[in-house]
């Protein structure tokens, strides 16, 4: 609805441009120096670029400046051209006028101007405590904000493959900093209709679905289909796992830079440490790395020591066994990783929700019946790690089902390799979690690799390494 606003807002100033175009034209061509021709023609331009190249302007500002030039034009037109002329004049008048206010009454009008504007508004609502070092990202991101915008505005022009694409952000730091709170808060305030976003892993996910199609699509056509010409474009959390997923990603990085696209990364690593786990004597991996730093500015969100961590003692991030005072230590500890204030609303995962005993910005809390017992599927869980720097499952028994065995070994496996936080509290101690009954009857699951996993996972090195 509201990008149908803001085309009809343009179609309107465009219909009210044409009479004034004409009538200009025919003034001029019988008389080249009449002054009312002139300025008919001077309010037609002005109209025009109010509406089309100075897009990236504030929308207020391009707004007025449409309305009085096209008023001015309008009125021009019925008093000085002929009837019909005059006429059309005052009806596109009148129609910029109904699709401006339905632009400014849709809900992006709403929007925020900026991510200062929103991010203060998040502080003074409590969704996120004030951190001032965020500011100069946050200043950052806003001048991304606007450059794109009025990139965009010039996309197309007849010249606009000679423009060259804003710089991109590449924020990296350590979990729970609010790295995706601020991507994720200015490509929501972008008013660009040309914009995606994705999770790191899903993102390969569906890059991976189109590469190996049947029948196989190129991978420019692929690359295509995943974002428009001269996107804005935000990929969260990426944590690159193996080689060929950092091929792919190399290449898919090339792709959008070459069409015109700005992207923006969030990660828990730099650049330079980004292929860490795999070998980068790749040339598109090594591309890549010089790449980030020609396409992007690289920040970094370290932020002061994370005291937190001071308060989880290594009880607390496996509790066994379950008591009637577990609930209340998981809830402390919620509030205590919390950067927003919880909520018990479910998550959306692909087309579920899952239940959720607390979530908030950084942190969510599950029963394990609900996140290991359901029809859950390994990317379901990829999505849950790419979302929460910190996992919080609660009322785990000895399993001795093969399918809840299989998912609660993907939970483990895939927040290790995201290096994430997993808190568990179980009925039975760590190295009894899988019944004997199991034991040769999944051989896709390895059981002591995944209880050394919890091992690690559970040690005070792995969480304050995550810090």
Known sequence: MNLIWRRSTVVAFVLLALPG???ALLRLQSEPTDALGWAWLGFVVLLISATLIGSGTRRLSRALVGLLVGAALALSLWFGADTLLGTAGVVGW?????????????RDARRPDSLADFYAAAV????????????EIVERLDQLAVAFAHYESKRHLPWASLLRAPQGVYLHGPAGRGKSFLL?????????????RFHFHELMSALNTRVNASPPIRFEHAVRSLAPRASLIVVDEVNVLDVASAILFSRLMSGWWQRGCTVCISSNQSPEQLFRSVSSSHDDIRKLTESIREHMQVMSLEGADDYRLQKLSADDLYQYPSSAATPARFLEIVELLAESPP?????????????????????????????CGGPHSYEDYLALAARY?????????????????????????????????????????????????????????????IVSRLAEMQSSEYNYSLA
């Open 21 to 23: 175009l004409v009538a």
């Open 94 to 106: 009148f129609a910029v006028l109904v699709t401006t206010c339905g632009d400014f009454v849709s």
């Open 124 to 135: 003074k609502a409590r969704r996120v405590r004030n951190n001032p070092e965020q500011q």
């Open 184 to 196: 994720d808060g200015m490509y929501d305030i972008s008013t660009s209709s040309v914009k995606a």
């Open 343 to 371: 909520n018990t609303e479910p998550v959306p995962v692909g087309d579920r929700l899952v239940p959720c005993r607390q979530q908030a910005l950084g942190v969510a809390w599950f029963d394990f019946a609900g996140l």
């Open 389 to 449: 720097p910190n996992l919080l499952v609660s009322d785990i028994p000895q399993i001795n089902q093969l399918d809840q065995a299989r998912r609660f070994a993907w939970l483990v496996e895939i927040v290790y390799d995201a290096r994430k936080r997993l808190i568990l509290s179980a009925h039975v101690p760590r190295d009894e979690l899988f019944t004997q009954l199991l034991s040769g009857k999944e051989h896709d699951i390895d059981y002591v690799k």
